[in-house]
């Protein structure tokens, strides 16, 4: 396969194992580089390509080559499966969900509800409080003021 060519007939270069999804690393630990193909089989059809085969112009060799449609297509393939394995997870675990967990769950937003409202009575009672002591202060501030008052009038 050709750097520049894409020569393959739409399969992707094997290297110790086939390459499945989008590539990051070649075998030998190069990165890989996205091409676009110039050859008349494949034209500007985009490719990942080994940066060391591409820096060397290597050709049939056996450095990571893959179309971009076919690692999109397996991706896409894989996420899919993974998708059905959770939602098979899922379901399974609706089926063990019994009616203890159920019920502990149902308590637990009660309690959550319930505290809630007791923090806001709480929060309520000590501002009405704070308010209070407020006007208590006022008041004792005037009447000592008056006392004063009057006792220098004596």
Known sequence: ???????????????RGRVVGVPTVCWCGAQIVGKISKSDPNPY???FRCAYAVSNKLMDDNHVFKWVDEALLNEVERLSSEAKTLEQMVKENEIVFDGVEYEKMVFDKGLMKVEKEVFEKVECVFREAKTNMKKMMILVIIGCMIIVGFVKLI
Do not use: P
């Open 1 to 15: 396969m050709s750097n520049i060519s894409g020569a393959s007939s739409g399969s992707s270069s094997t290297w």
């Open 45 to 47: 059809r985009r490719y």
